[in-house]
């Protein structure tokens, strides 16, 4: 569970940075975790940002929408993506 909130911080920088050594370091990190658990743990690191308050309104649903895109971005699997329920709609 840390090495998945680590990795969803990493993650989270992307998308805010776009630097590429934090990138490798993401798909890295995601090929590491169980390719049954990836979606799952992607989801509830996206909700642990959103409990702690890193992330609201427009970003949080951007979030959201790169997470469940990331396995896809990483060329790794699932390569349909991850399909999340949120607030903001399904994803």
Same mark, same amino acid.
């Given at each position: 569970?840390?090495?998945? +909130? @680590? %990795? #969803?911080? /990493?993650? *989270? +920088? @992307? %998308? #805010?940075? /776009?630097? *590429? ?71």
């Amino acid at each position: 569970m840390a090495k998945l +909130v @680590l %990795l #969803l911080s /990493a993650f *989270a +920088v @992307l %998308l #805010l940075v /776009a630097n *590429a050594s934090i990138y490798r370091t993401t798909v890295e990190e995601l090929q590491e975790v169980d390719r049954r658990c990836r979606c799952q743990g992607l989801e509830q690191m996206v909700k642990h940002q959103q409990q702690q308050g890193q992330f609201r309104g427009e970003k949080i649903q951007e979030l959201y929408e790169t997470a469940c895109e990331l396995p896809r971005m990483c060329n790794i699997q699932p390569m349909q993506g991850c399909q999340f329920s949120s607030p903001y709609g399904s994803f």
